[in-house]
């Protein structure tokens, strides 16, 4: 009799090291699944719907609405992959006093202020932003076209030519 206490003890015993680390893991995913709904997804969200009604605007309506359908439960779809994707990823990355502290950073209200002034399409910082990036992206693409164009008295580069062909038979 002592045996079989001593044996459901001890089996007791060390089970609970790994209930208590499957208890961290579950819960670290279900932190980090907070997170990412919280930053990246609700910020991709965002981005999605300002797009989507870019692209549709053009459209006849009932078109524009097929299209949002579509594209909408494609996004869903994605979504549902990119937070279950994530979520793992960052449980496994951080432990789960250090995604208790990036909660904390993404719900203090002058962080939230920040980035809702970011995620603004209307703002005067997205402008800016905007407006920079494309500058960037111009010169970026002026600069690869000038330099595959032929240089100026130059005789034009001939293509590479065609392997020589094998000899009849």
């Not at 579950?26 to 300002?50: C, H, M, P, W, Y």
């Not at 609405?65 to 279950?84: N, P, W």
């Not at 693409?141 to 240089?151: E, I, Q, W, Y």
Request: proline share 9%; aromatic share 4%.
């Amino acid at each position: 009799m002592n045996r079989l206490i001593a044996t459901l003890c001890l089996g007791v015993s060390l089970s609970l090291p790994l209930a208590a680390r499957a208890d961290e893991a579950s819960d670290r995913v279900a932190e980090a699944t907070s997170l990412v709904n919280k930053t990246l997804i609700k910020n991709l969200q965002t981005g999605f719907n300002v797009a989507l009604e870019k692209t549709v605007a053009p459209m006849p309506e009932s078109r524009a609405e097929a299209v949002r359908k579509e594209l909408s439960d494609e996004f869903e779809k994605q979504r549902g992959l990119m937070i279950e994707g994530l979520s793992k990823e960052y449980a496994q990355k951080f432990t789960l006093a250090e995604l208790k502290h990036l909660d904390d950073i993404y719900s203090d209200p002058t962080y939230l202020k920040f980035q809702t002034m970011n995620a603004d399409p209307n703002s005067a910082v997205t402008a800016i932003s905007q407006n920079s990036v494309t500058k960037l992206l111009n010169m970026l693409a002026v600069a690869a076209a000038t330099d595959n164009a032929p240089k100026t008295g130059a005789p034009p580069v001939p293509p590479p030519a065609a392997p020589p062909a094998p000899a009849p038979k």
